[in-house]
């Protein structure tokens, strides 16, 4: 049993073993005679010492927070909201995404009617969160350097390009609006 545990992931509450077999060590706590681990990690065995211990899988957790500033891709666009998952926050990349929602009020700094006109499914965009009161962080697209970084074509899912101030698919010529961060570039704006 103890060599079987050495190495396996545990999560906090998971019952290790009881204080005849090892003493509890770091991220354990001990409860009637029984060890628990206390935090998420992998379970280590000391047999000389007879102690278990669980070091953590990762460091900090990277996770979003007011001020913020988040790169996601859009998954899905609604008339007055999107859905974004975030998966860079401060320039760390996060292990499993974050659920943002960015609201038409918030996405450009002049009146927008319609989400469809800001981002859509697939884009890349930067923002910053402004709320995470609420179980989903609340984001924003105001500001010259926040906005959609890469787009892609809503008919054919190619790579749209800025020529001028027009965005268009450099595939099938189709030609859509959407909140352009400053710094937008395409590959093909890029190489020229």
């Known amino acids: 049993m103890i060599n079987k545990l050495d190495g396996t992931f545990v999560v906090p509450g998971e019952k290790l073993g009881v204080v005849e077999e090892f003493d509890p060590g770091r991220g354990t706590v001990e409860v009637g005679g029984i060890v628990y681990s206390s935090q998420t990690g992998v ?3 000391d047999p000389k010492r007879h102690i278990v211990s669980v070091k953590t899988a990762t460091g900090l957790v990277v ?27 401060d320039g760390k990349k996060m292990a499993l995404p974050f659920t943002g929602m960015l ?14 006109d800001v981002v859509k ?3 890349i965009i930067r923002a910053k969160v402004i709320d995470t009161s ?9 500001g010259r350097d926040l906005g959609v970084t890469k787009a ?12 001028g101030h027009i965005l268009r698919c450099s595939v099938c010529r ?3 609006r959407r909140r352009l961060a400053e710094d937008f570039r395409s590959e093909a704006s890029a190489t020229n």
């Open 134 to 142: 609420q179980r989903i962080a609340k984001l924003t697209t105001v």
């Open 103 to 116: 609201h038409v009020s918030n996405s450009s700094p002049r009146f927008e009617r319609s989400m469809w």
């Open 174 to 176: 189709n030609v859509e």
């Open 63 to 89: 996770v979003p927070e007011e001020g913020s500033t988040v790169v996601g891709i859009v998954e899905k666009v609604q008339e007055k909201m999107a859905i974004i998952n975030m998966i860079v926050v």
């Open 152 to 163: 892609y074509c809503s008919k054919c899912g190619n790579e749209l390009v800025l020529s």
């Open 121 to 123: 499914p697939n884009d």
């Open 43 to 45: 379970a280590s065995i």
